[in-house]
């Protein structure tokens, strides 16, 4: 007889548990908040009573608990604090995370690590001031996972400067002061490891559409037309099927409306402001947006729910603007680069407002350094298309979404480059599909319920979902697995089950 698979609950926590929640709603696996304690993984704020935490855990429970401190029944004593800049995960070659934050001081093994001598040199062959983020401490018949530092609670701060973004480049970006896509990379490996200890398969919502490991965007920043070069990217961009977004700035683009009505129908108009900046106040930035949502319509006819920010500016009235005035998504890096959507959370409320990640490198920079360093290799066309290219991979080996952007009076002047990078997509098999569609697919699978039973007696899972179009994803080993469509199968690693729907109803 099957029951419903209690396998995970976040005990209530407010604002404490907001990080956590964003992880899950993005892999879309079954949780409930709850303080109950009938359930196989447990997330406990570090308010919970200590008692109670370690008898779920005593009782067979996995218990998840960031920088709690001492936990003296399970003999685990900090010696300090210290504030640390970067964090690094070996185990799951997730390295350098540039994470600043206060940290517990455990002596202690564990995984991952921080220093607190950041960029030092080893001498005598001393590593002194290492000490891990993650520790799995049995107790009774479960496991406690201690992190620690309040690593899910970064996903919420903002901020921005300048920083280099990627291993492949000596570009610095004005971007999130706080790598957010890695610590989410992280936060996904404790849950999947919570869920081996306790002995259950990680099942949730695959990220798109059939088996695809991944989709691929294209957005233009238009701060000028620069001539023929918006026209240029718009042909160049359809000639591959690639259906871009072109964010139009007002201000800077008050005498290019000829150009930009060259932008082919094909590709879809965004909002980019109307002056090239972000305020402060929440009216300010209303009426900046609105400036040039009546523009776009009154000479280009374009109607859109799209907008990206001026300079990759961030804030939480900027934020709850656009949430007023209904805008779909927005991709802002000075908030988040790369990863997965999802919907902020502003004065403790989650926002309809849904944020896709862009991938911040763009033409434009690499020429300023180029000129400041002296150093032209970035900026020589087969050296950008190859660090496009290392960057598809990367993005297409992890499954996540692949949004490139530029600007006409940067990457615009790169012909040779963007015929080489689309043809690079076409090559690789990755689905091109335009923002919207793409805010469209996500927001279809954020509303679809699943739900795992489970056969005790059999050791069979079977799963439920709302939403036939949407694939399941399941990780374990050895786990049997009936899907809707009453198919069973046995899980051994990591599989996509795809739907029945084809890819080339969504794109």
Request: include cysteine; proline fraction near 4%.
């Amino acid at each position: 007889m099957y029951e419903k698979l209690k396998s995970l609950s976040i005990q209530p926590g407010g604002r404490e548990i907001a990080g956590w929640e964003q992880i899950l709603l993005q892999e879309k696996i079954p949780y409930e908040l709850s303080d109950n304690t009938n359930f196989n993984i447990k997330i406990f704020p570090k308010e919970v009573k200590r008692n109670d935490m370690l008898d779920y855990v005593a009782n067979g429970g996995i218990g998840i608990i960031e920088k709690p401190g001492d936990i003296e029944e399970l003999n685990l004593w900090k010696s300090g604090e210290a504030f640390v800049s970067t964090l690094h995960f070996p185990e799951i070659n997730v390295n350098h995370v540039v994470s600043p934050t206060i940290v517990d001081i455990y002596n202690t093994k564990g995984i991952g690590y921080f220093n607190v001598h950041e960029q030092r040199l080893i001498k005598y062959e001393m590593e002194i001031g290492y000490h891990p983020v993650i520790i799995k401490i049995p107790h009774g018949k479960g496991f406690l996972l201690v992190v620690s530092c309040e690593l899910s609670k970064l996903l919420g701060f903002y901020g921005d400067t300048l920083r280099s973004y990627s291993s492949y480049t000596k570009v610095t970006e004005r971007v999130s002061a706080i790598d957010k896509r890695s610590i989410s990379n992280v936060l996904v490996y404790v849950l999947k490891l919570a869920h081996q200890l306790a002995g259950i398969p990680y099942i949730g919502l695959w990220y798109y559409p059939e088996k695809e490991k991944t989709l691929f965007m294209f957005r233009v920043d238009v701060d000028g037309a620069e001539g023929y070069n918006t026209e240029k990217m718009s042909d160049i961009s359809k000639n591959y099927g690639v259906e871009a977004t072109f964010y139009v700035n007002k201000d800077l683009c008050i005498n290019d409306i000829n150009a930009l009505q060259a932008i082919d129908s094909f590709h879809t108009i965004g909002n980019h402001g109307d002056i090239h900046n972000v305020f402060d106040s929440f009216q300010d930035n209303e009426t900046n947006i609105l400036s040039c949502q009546e523009w776009l319509l009154n000479n280009l006819g374009a109607e859109t729910n799209l907008y990206v920010s001026p300079r990759g500016l961030w804030n939480e009235s900027l934020a709850l603007a656009l949430e007023k005035l209904d805008f779909k998504c927005s991709s802002d890096f000075g908030y988040h680069i790369d990863g997965f959507p999802y919907h902020p959370v502003v004065n403790g409320k989650r926002l309809n407002l849904l944020q896709i990640p862009v991938h911040p490198h763009n033409v434009g920079r690499a020429q300023v350094y180029a000129n400041e360093s002296g150093n032209f290799e970035e900026v020589e066309p087969e050296n950008i298309t190859e660090y496009y290219k290392r960057i598809i991979d990367e993005k297409a080996e992890k499954n996540e979404p692949i949004m490139l952007f530029g600007h006409p009076h940067g990457l615009g002047y790169q012909d040779e480059v963007l015929n080489n990078v689309f043809s690079y997509i076409k090559e690789q098999g990755i689905q091109s599909i335009s923002i919207s569609k793409f805010a469209d697919w996500w927001l279809k699978r954020s509303k679809t319920d699943i739900q795992v039973n489970i056969d005790k007696n059999t050791n069979t899972y079977a799963i439920e979902t709302s939403d036939k179009d949407v694939s399941i994803y399941c990780q374990g080993e050895g786990d049997k697995v009936i899907l809707p469509n009453n198919k069973e199968i046995c899980i051994h690693g990591s599989q996509i089950i795809a739907s029945a729907t084809p890819i080339s109803q969504f794109v």
